[in-house]
């Protein structure tokens, strides 16, 4: 007998593991108020209401979102080559609207956050027969989604590698109906090689509300994870982007508070006066002395007293403005560790040149950095259109091609090498190479259309074919 109680109980051992590390990283590239509120650390010393104000003062610069994207942006500044792939699906591969390089970055920007990400290839459910009309009719065709690690709860893997079954978490809402309220619903949907079963859970009860056949012989899910660790079951980089990004935005909150001390300072005035106080409110420490009371209340933001040994003379006092200097600088470098960490080549401030060998070291760690992540992804696209062509055969299967050659060396010298190269008399194949490499450079200004640029190499092989022509005739 089925336990559908059971499919909402379980979990992977490594969704467990990695759970509560997921939920960080999503919340430090969403960013916000509520990341604020939990990424602030309040100081042993300071009091409810001076950490609630400096918490309403925060501000976070999303470190973590800028470099998920960059990365992403990096891999698709040029436009992967699809031969033969469907126009259709280029241009909406989710069903949604999405087109194929959205649906890819967004793949790619998971990878980046969670170290791992899922795609899901599915076919929308119908019953009859499907001719052509309905097909185009009804939209009816195979679509792809990617999925956070946070989605895939549970899965296994037969003894031939792959995928035998998996559970999808889904969060569905239910308003169809415009005059009542909407419904949540959580569901979790079964997936094996040949089949997928739904299974609801309302009012604490769970029941299978839909099952069906695909017959595609396989499960209709690709999972990659980033080989960061190399079989070392190490964390991900990203765990120690969002550990150094919380240590600047607990810094610059301290900054903040700094200036604003500079401007309104701290009230010092002298002991004799403070034991003619008044009895302390709740946050005071109270100190009886005789018939008097005088109090001292522990926190940056209120009024402290000395002796009349010392000074004696009532004055507001402030922190230095070299303070705050210092931890916007530790800052700086916080901010320079942080791209150096995940291995992106960062502007040098120094007036002192960069060494040759240095720049290189930088630049090839930058390409072969972006390489393994063109290479990923790559091969997971290639994946989702097999998957879309056991769905539908009429769909076929494109071949792919990423850009691995990155342009991380300035621009002005690049162009300067290529003129130089086109000085030599190496044949027609070698001129022409060099045409297509100058509109590559070209594409890295300006952004070129699949369109303009098929007509550029048309143009290309065109002018030197007839080149080679006339000077034969002559």
């Given amino acids: 007998m089925m336990d559908c109680e059971f499919v909402f109980k379980r979990e992977h051992p490594g969704f467990s593991i990695g759970r509560e590390t997921w939920l960080r990283s999503k919340a430090a590239y969403s960013g916000g108020k509520n990341y604020i509120d939990a990424a602030l650390i309040k100081h042993v010393s300071e009091i409810d209401l001076e950490f609630q104000e400096r918490r309403r003062r925060a501000y976070y610069f999303n470190y973590p979102r800028k470099i998920a994207r960059l990365i992403s942006q990096y891999v698709f500044s040029s436009e992967p080559q699809r031969k033969n792939a469907d126009p259709d699906m280029i241009e909406d591969f989710s069903r949604g609207g999405l087109r194929i390089n959205e649906v890819m970055r967004q793949f790619s920007t998971m990878l980046n956050v969670y170290g791992a990400a899922w795609m899901l290839v599915e076919m929308p459910h119908f019953e009859g027969e499907l001719d052509p009309e309905r097909k185009q009719r009804e939209r009816i065709r195979p679509y792809a989604v990617a999925l956070s690690p946070l989605s895939v709860v549970d899965w296994a893997y037969g003894g031939d590698g792959r995928l035998m ?53 396989m499960v209709p899910l690709i999972r990659y994870e980033e080989s960061d660790g190399f079989g070392m079951d190490a964390c991900h980089w990203f765990e120690d982007v969002v550990r150094i990004s919380d240590a600047i935005l607990n810094n610059e909150s301290e900054a903040q508070m700094n200036i604003v001390k500079q401007m309104f300072g701290l009230l010092v005035i002298s002991e004799n006066f403070a034991r003619s106080g008044q009895v302390p409110d709740s946050d005071a420490v109270s100190v009886s002395a005789g018939d008097h009371k005088f109090s001292h209340v522990l926190a940056r933001s209120a009024a402290i007293w000395e002796s009349t040994d010392e000074k004696g003379v009532s004055r507001y006092i402030s922190p230095s403005g070299a303070e705050t200097a210092r931890i916007r600088e530790e800052n700086v470098n916080l901010k320079k560790e942080l791209f150096d960490v995940i291995g992106l080549a960062v502007q040098k401030d120094s007036s002192v040149a960069q060494s040759a060998e240095s720049k290189a070291w930088d630049q090839q760690n930058v390409k072969q950095f972006l390489a393994t992540r063109a290479d990923i992804l790559e091969q997971s696209e290639m994946q989702a259109w097999k998957l879309m062509h056991a769905w539908d055969p009429s769909i076929p299967v494109p071949e792919i091609s990423y850009n691995r050659e990155f342009a ?44 303009t640029r098929k007509i550029i190499f048309e143009q290309i092989d065109n002018s030197l074919s007839g080149g080679s022509a006339v000077n034969q005739e002559a």
Wanted: positive net charge; hydrophobic residues 40%; aromatic residues 6%.
């Fill in 165 to 217: 079954w998996a559970l999808v978490e889904e969060k569905s809402c239910c308003a169809a109906d415009p005059f009542a309220p909407p419904v949540a619903k959580l569901r979790r949907r079964l997936w094996t090689r040949d089949q997928w079963m739904l299974f609801e859970k309302t009012d604490g009860k769970v029941q299978m509300t839909g099952q069906g056949e695909h017959r595609l012989g």
């Fill in 408 to 451: 991380v060396i300035e621009l002005k010298d690049l162009i300067t090498a290529l003129l130089g190269l086109k000085s030599i008399n190496a044949g027609e194949e070698y001129q022409r190479e060099l045409s297509r490499a100058a509109v590559t450079m070209l594409e890295k200004i300006k952004k070129i259309s699949p369109e």
